[in-house]
């Protein structure tokens, strides 16, 4: 009774501090954020798509980008981005999509896309940010993210010392929560219950271990845990390199084999293309009539679903790829932050919109009255690819979707794995070698909890946590806007118009300043 007494209070405490941060705050910073840095870089994302597309994407075959770098301590710029993109293409294109509709209607995908294209230019001003006041580790490593700039950015300002140093351990200490929650327990949570109910194994799931909530915890769950448990600690262990070896592997394959499936659910229903991008359209500013009379759902309630969806999909605004990319060989701030705009499309453009598409398409919602027939988000996108690849009476559709969620899951636990590492790095000082094993070894160990876990109060705090992660870091964007402005016209001046007059701005750091200098100067694809 007490157990129960406790969790209802938590629960309550999270749900008020969770509107507060989501619905009351963060929201609109983000979208603010997202408009000032698109402003002050001229609509960056849209005047040069063609030179941000041609660096990134177009740029894959070449060994600077692709290559594995000599330095162990560091990553290539396409591990840096798989490795990302392994932590933010996750449940929440799946899952995550779903849920959005659902809580919004259809038509939170649009607050999706707008998040996205705003987004793009806060994941890019991160991004610049984490490269130039990165530094090294005690192991040769490259460290940034907003925990370094909030310190020496914003807290380089006159006044504002203790200020950024109390920002950048806010934002490190809730990353580390964030990391256990959103990061392990809700992503193994998700994996166990799609994939045990989809591949049954009666003599397994017949074993109950216990009940709790009207669930029943079987003994394959269990096994499945701690398969688990062992398939991400060969890899989180082996530390960065590993991460971003396997990232590197994984990452294309699924996109491309979702996209794929996603694609054929589309073509097969073609015909319903047009009527689902005029349903996102008209209720992305109203509700449904019928719908929103029943529920209560506003304006508002539509803005904040596909918003918060949206940066649970790509992170754009979180400061948390940002600790990754940091890692990357590149030189050049800007460089990193075309990945970052890339990234964004990647995952909420391409990948969010693709399930979003899936959906509405294959008749689990009513386009005229955007009428939903299920309430579970996991079951919305099987049901929607069931329509097409079941056979017979083999549920293919949601096979497909469980082994999507498994493998999208999977690999943002090792992105997150990561993120926390590098949190517990800044807090833990001269300690960090002994600190960081600790946590992965305590990380890997959590994994069974989630293969168990009956109660979503974990995924619940862990979204408060990304939102209390969200606010520091983008006060700490806003605040250095000017300096990404003045990085950003730099490097137009440089590199688009140049002007081979105009000096480089690289780091904080004089003495990386000179290094990477001289580093462009005798190999400039480097930028």
């Given at each position: ?8 209070t ?71 981005l ?54 090294k ?27 950024g ?13 964030a ?11 998700k994996?166990v ?20 909530d ?23 262990i ?42 996102i ?79 509405l ?52 636990i ?40 009956t ?33 950003t ?39």
């Open positions: 009774m007490w157990g129960q007494v406790m969790i209802d938590l629960t309550a405490f999270n749900d008020a501090v969770n509107t507060f941060v989501w619905t009351k705050t963060g929201v609109w910073l983000l979208m603010i954020t997202g408009i000032v840095m698109t402003v002050l870089t001229k609509g960056f994302q849209f005047t040069h798509i063609g030179h941000w597309w041609k660096k990134t994407i177009g740029s894959l075959f070449h060994k600077s980008v692709i290559s594995h770098t000599e330095d162990k301590a560091t990553i290539s710029q396409f591990q840096a798989c490795t990302a993109l392994a932590a933010t293409v996750g449940v929440g294109n799946i899952a995550g999509v779903s849920a959005a509709i659902i809580a919004g209607g259809p038509g939170a995908v649009f607050w999706m896309w707008i998040a996205a294209i705003l987004g793009m230019m806060t994941n890019y001003s991160e991004n610049i940010l984490g490269i130039y006041f990165r530094r580790n005690h192991a040769g490593e490259w460290s940034g993210g907003a925990m370094y700039y909030l310190e020496d950015g914003l807290g380089n300002y006159k006044g504002m010392k203790k200020i140093r109390v920002l950048a351990l806010i934002f490190a200490v809730c990353a580390i929560f990391s256990f929650g959103i990061g392990n327990l809700g992503q193994v949570n994996i219950l799609n994939f045990t109910s989809s591949f049954d194994i009666k003599p397994l799931s017949s074993v109950v271990l216990f009940s709790s009207g669930m029943d915890v079987t003994l394959y769950m269990l096994i499945a845990g701690l398969v688990l448990m062992f398939l991400v600690g060969t890899v989180v082996g530390g960065l390199q590993r991460i971003a070896n396997v990232a590197e592997k994984i990452v294309p394959v699924m996109v491309v084999l979702f996209i794929l499936g996603s694609l054929i659910i589309i073509f097969k229903n073609i015909v319903h293309v047009g009527p689902a991008f005029a349903c359209f008209k209720y992305s500013f109203s509700a449904p009539a019928v719908w929103g009379g029943v529920t209560g759902i506003g304006f508002k309630t539509i803005i904040t679903q596909g918003c918060k969806r949206g940066v649970f999909s790509n992170e754009a605004g979180l400061g948390s790829s940002v600790m990754v990319h940091s890692n990357s060989n590149v030189k050049e701030p800007v460089k990193q932050g075309l990945w970052g705009i890339f990234e964004v499309f990647a995952d909420t453009i391409i990948v969010c919109t693709m399930t979003s598409l899936v959906i398409t294959s008749g689990v919602v009513d386009l005229e009255t955007g009428v939903i027939e299920t309430s579970s988000d996991a079951v919305l996108v099987a049901d929607a690819f069931n329509s097409v690849f079941k056979v017979g009476e083999l549920d293919c559709g949601r096979m497909f979707v469980a082994l999507a969620i498994l493998v999208f899951a999977f690999t943002t090792l992105g997150w794995s990561q993120y926390g590492s590098k949190a517990i790095e800044y807090l833990s000082g001269r300690f960090a070698p002994v600190a960081i094993r600790i946590y992965k070894v305590f990380f890997v160990i959590l994994i069974v909890s989630g293969s168990i876990m109660s979503s109060i974990a995924w619940d705090i862990s979204d408060t946590f990304n939102g209390m992660m969200m606010i520091p870091n983008l006060i700490g964007v806003l605040s250095m806007s000017p300096l990404v402005m003045k990085i016209n730099n490097y137009i001046a440089r590199r688009i118009k140049g002007d081979k007059s105009v000096k480089p701005i690289l780091s904080y750091d004089p003495r990386i300043e000179e290094e990477n200098a001289k580093a462009l100067a005798e190999d400039p694809y480097l930028d």
